[in-house]
């Protein structure tokens, strides 16, 4: 079965801290998809990024990246130089292959506050 | 334009009554969703429609029954409501099931008095 968790329920940092939300996974496929969603205040969910399990290489976007490693089954996001807009719950979330390819697992999401 | 589109974004009934929740996208996906937020922000996948055939049904109970008339819709129909069913729903689309990205309406938050 597929699990995903996040660790730390809630983080609170200073504007312009460098700050990382953990996510660990369990699946038995060998190909799965990794996302992360962020959700601010007003509710939204919106999409930040997706990895599939043959893409192991970081990834940078602004001030967001991603550190994706198989060998400890862990899809972190960092957040670099925070601001108070950053300030939302964050979700990790898991997709398999095969019959469970049509639904997303969740965390229990973190939420980040940045304080001014 | 609005990619995922559901309404209302607010719900309040009362117990026992039966209530619908409507979602359009706009998108040409396959694939949509209904997941259900509780009121500790866990989100839960409760059914997912790929050409308007149903994929999977997550242990919902049978009082919720979504009806998708063409690719473009997911309706999500709420029988006897009880106070247990409070929470946010979000529907969703994706290109073709979740190995891409889906996109999320705007949430539809119900509440049962």
């Known amino acids: 079965a597929q699990k995903v968790t996040q660790a730390q329920t809630e983080i609170s940092v200073v504007e312009k801290e460098d700050v990382t939300l953990d996510c660990v996974y369990e699946?038995?496929?060998?190909?799965?998809?990794l996302f992360w969603y962020k959700q601010p205040p007003s509710g939204e969910l919106v999409f930040l990024i997706r990895?599939?399990?043959?893409?192991?290489q970081n990834e940078i976007s602004g001030r967001y990246s991603w550190n994706f490693q198989k060998s400890t089954s862990s899809f972190n996001f960092t957040i670099t130089a925070s601001q108070v807009v950053d300030s939302a719950v964050y979700f990790c979330?898991?997709?398999?292959?095969?019959?469970?390819?049509?639904?997303?697992?969740f965390g229990k999401g973190t939420l980040l506050t940045v304080n001014p | 334009d609005t990619a995922v589109s559901q309404t209302p974004k607010y719900l309040v009934t009362q117990m026992g009554n039966d209530k619908s929740i409507k979602c359009e996208q706009n998108?040409?996906?396959?694939?949509m969703y209904w997941y259900k937020q509780d009121s500790k922000k866990f989100l839960k996948i409760m059914f997912s429609?790929?050409?308007?055939?149903?994929?999977i049904n997550e242990t919902v109970p049978n009082r919720f029954s979504p009806k998708s008339p063409d690719k473009a819709h997911l309706n999500l129909h709420i029988n006897s409501l009880e106070l247990g069913d409070s929470a946010v729903y979000f529907c969703?689309?994706?290109?073709?099931?979740?190995?891409?990205?889906?996109?999320f309406g705007q949430g539809t938050r119900l509440t049962v008095v």
């Open positions: 979330a898991l997709s398999e292959e095969g019959g469970s390819n049509y639904k997303l697992t």
């Open positions: 699946t038995r496929d060998t190909t799965y998809y």
């Open positions: 990895r599939n399990s043959f893409d192991e």
């Open positions: 429609y790929n050409n308007k055939e149903l994929i």
């Open positions: 969703a689309s994706s290109q073709d099931g979740a190995n891409t990205e889906a996109f």
């Open positions: 998108l040409g996906h396959d694939t």
